[in-house]
């Protein structure tokens, strides 16, 4: 999987897809074409691939009901992020890298398997909802 260029973020959100062997619940791009929000279902790999920090202009990131067990570091380079949501996953821990997402505000990790969090999360100075129900 290739890093993506701006004219074609749908041609990496497809190959995401189909890397992950995920369900495209929802894409939203913005007007110049990059992907702003993305939900995906039915992750069927235990970890994202690194390229995922490439989709800089992701606002919100949903992946749910899958096998997801562990976030590339490159989760990251994802700055512009303002929803995390990583519900029914297997999830045990958060990267430290989660402390420059300094734009997030919402982070949901419902029914994961989560036990421990990083201290860094205490730098989201703007996280306002933290989910953990369920772990």
Do not use: C
């Amino acid at each position: 999987m290739t890093a993506p260029a701006a004219a074609d973020h749908q041609e990496f959100v497809a190959a995401l897809v189909e890397a992950t062997g995920a369900v495209l619940e929802a894409a939203e791009y913005d007007d110049s074409g990059d992907v702003a929000n993305l939900r995906l279902s039915s992750v069927r790999v235990p970890r994202l691939p690194p390229e995922i920090g490439r989709l800089v202009t992701l606002r919100e990131l949903t992946i749910e009901k899958g096998g997801l067990a562990e976030l590339p570091s490159e989760i990251g380079q994802l700055r512009g992020l303002v929803t995390l949501a990583l519900n029914d996953n297997q999830l045990t821990g958060l990267p430290s890298a989660l402390w420059q997402l300094r734009n997030l505000r919402d982070l949901s990790l419902t029914r994961n398997r989560v036990r421990e969090l990083p201290t860094e999360l205490g730098r989201l100075t703007n996280l306002r909802v933290l989910a953990l129900g369920g772990n």
